[in-house]
């Protein structure tokens, strides 16, 4: 079944990875392979009525594309507009009318549906104001079942954690948030153009614990232009000082999209970078912390954000906002358009603003969890894969059992276990020939500037 060779292979995973500008590249199918998705709101609707007569289940990620300025080493396809003024205050107005609009094409799908998760990602979503944020939580409300006490997280900058907003945040239902901090190192802060007053993480989680929000993640990158091992080191050590509830450790990509490589700057080596990266996680596990998934830890097994955490198991996410992946669990998943004026000029429309995406059926589903597991874990557990899909691993999979057992891999009655990291070889074993020819055809095109 295997299309390409080892070389080529792993020629062809990184060629899509630099197609990918979502961070979305670990997914299955690859966000490389994805197609064209523009005009196709009633075959999305489609998917959703089809994926959630299935799994009666979903959670909601809103998507904010706004942010004070734009960080060097940020892939992300965001709009700055200040911390203040009117920039700002237009740009919340005319955001809160277009996601009401999307909202709306998708609310009487959902209808009897009950939100298990809500995620506010970005961007900068603590840019809102206190009135701001009551007005955006009240339409979401208003569209989705959304109950009480479902985990709520939000993304915050440190520099914007005051306690009128604090207050907010609480009386809305937030009851975790993920604190973007990147750096701590004045020189690290000043080389990649992130505004961010020192001291204020320490500031900002005392007073999250002071306003009764006690689930506090905070995200640090390693390798970051200009930073040297000693002061991500530094970093993580003050981080851990403040005991939040999980640390996730991101490596700097530096995809064509960031500013960084706009202007012809370059990574790290990676496998340099993962070293000092796999020192950080050592040091939070000698600070008592527990593996979460690949990038973060936790201090106890539930410190976790529950919508991205486990996407190996039955897990549905609604997306909206500029840039929002969905994932209808068995049937699709898609991404909206990224750039904020083509967004909303679709929703105001009642179109559906998705650009990209690929048909998911049960045997990519399949596929994305056991590649997911091999990666995370270096396992697969056998009952747990069969409980989730309702089938049995190597029934479904024996060619790629055997050809995992051939490199070395241990099959069990309980599991399949790598004896070490086969990144490359567990794509290679499960990519399907039509994920491999679409993202050939993508790359064909990225090559020919289409
Ligand atoms: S890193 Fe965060 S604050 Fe900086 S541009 Fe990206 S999303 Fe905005």
Request: charged share 20%; hydrophobic share 40%; net charge positive.
């Amino acid at each position: 079944m295997m299309q390409l060779k080892e070389t080529a292979f792993d020629a062809f995973l990184a060629a899509l990875k630099r197609l990918d500008y979502t961070g979305y590249a670990e997914q299955y199918p690859p966000f490389g392979s994805w197609e064209d998705f523009t005009g196709r709101r009633e075959e999305i609707l489609a998917a959703w009525r089809e994926s959630l007569a299935r799994v009666k289940e979903a959670g909601l990620f809103v998507n904010i594309p706004f942010c004070r300025s734009r960080c060097r080493f940020c892939f992300l396809p965001v709009t700055p507009i200040g911390s203040s003024g009117p920039a700002r205050k237009r740009s919340f107005s005319l955001y809160l009318e277009a996601l009401d609009a999307e909202a709306s094409i998708f609310s009487p799908v959902f209808k009897k549906i009950k939100m298990s998760t809500l995620y506010i990602g970005g961007g900068t979503p603590s840019l809102m104001t206190p009135a701001e944020t009551s007005s955006f939580f009240a339409l979401l409300r208003a569209r989705f079942d959304l109950p009480q006490g479902c985990q709520t997280v939000l993304e915050l900058h440190p520099d914007d954690v005051t306690a009128e907003k604090l207050s907010v945040y609480k009386a809305c239902g937030v009851n975790r948030v993920c604190i973007g901090v990147q750096s701590m190192d004045e020189g690290v802060l000043a080389k990649n153009a992130r505004r961010q007053g020192l001291g204020r993480v320490a500031k900002a989680h005392a007073a999250l614990k002071a306003h009764g929000i006690n689930g506090v993640n905070i995200d640090l990158i390693c390798g970051l232009p200009g930073q040297e091992k000693a002061s991500f080191l530094r970093d993580l050590s003050e981080v851990i000082a403040l005991r939040p509830d999980q640390v996730h450790l991101n490596t700097f990509i530096n995809t064509p999209y960031t500013l960084h490589a706009k202007a012809g700057g370059r990574s790290g080596a990676e496998v340099a970078v993962e070293a000092v990266r796999s020192e950080g996680f050592r040091l939070l596990s000698e600070a008592g912390y527990q593996k979460i998934d690949s990038d973060s830890m936790g201090l106890t097994p539930g410190s976790r954000n529950r919508q991205s955490a486990d996407l190996s198991g039955k897990r549905s996410v609604l997306g909206l906002g500029p840039g929002a992946v969905s994932r209808a669990f068995g049937a699709g998943r898609y991404i909206n358009r990224t750039d904020w004026p083509g967004y909303r000029e679709l929703v105001l429309k009642g179109f559906s603003p998705a650009v990209k995406g690929v048909a998911c059926g049960p045997r990519e589903e399949m596929i994305y969890s056991a590649i997911t597991q091999l990666t995370d874990n270096l396992s697969l557990n056998l009952a747990e894969f069969k409980r989730v899909h309702g089938k049995s691993f190597t029934g479904v999979f024996p060619y790629e059992a055997a050809e995992l057992g051939r490199a070395g891999a241990v099959l069990s009655g309980r599991s399949l276990k790598l004896p070490k990291n086969m990144w490359g070889l567990v794509r290679r074993v499960f990519y399907q020939p039509g994920v491999i020819s679409r993202g050939l055809a993508n790359i064909r095109s990225m090559k020919q500037g289409r």
